[in-house]
Nanobody, 114 residues
Framework: QVQLVESGGGLVQAGGSLRLSCAASGSIYSIYGMGWYRQAPGKQRELVAGTVSGGRTDYADSVKGRFTISRDNTKNVVYLHMNSLAPEDTAVYYC????????WGQGTQVTVSS
């Protein structure tokens, strides 16, 4: 099974930007959908953004217009570009298939200070 490793998180001030990367240990070409998810302290894991073959993308209402998901099947990487970050975006961010059916990675912490 494909293993996923997330990176690119960190501490950023409100209004700042980050780019998260998700590197897969194998090909993601045949995986129809890939997505980013997040889990804030005390909350359930939620979908942030998903992209499917053919180019359709889906976003949580809270991130529409600020976040952009993309995938590079040649490099087996999925990206999440995050702009205009707000404190409520603070969470551990994970990637997985969309809908999720792969083993979860360790995620990458994003902390947004006000």
């Amino acid at each position: 099974q494909v293993q996923l490793v997330e990176s690119g998180g960190g501490l950023v001030q409100a209004g700042g930007s980050l780019r998260l990367s998700c590197a897969a240990s194998g090909s993601i070409y045949s995986i129809y959908g890939m997505g980013w998810y997040r889990q804030a302290p005390g909350k359930q894991r939620e979908l942030v953004a998903g992209t499917v073959s053919g180019g359709r993308t889906d976003y949580a209402d809270s991130v529409k217009g600020r976040f952009t998901i993309s995938r590079d099947n040649t490099k087996n990487v999925v990206y999440l570009h995050m702009n205009s970050l707000a404190p409520e975006d603070t969470a551990v961010y994970y990637c997985n298939a969309y809908p999720p059916h792969l083993e979860w990675g360790q995620g990458t912490q994003v902390t947004v200070s006000s």
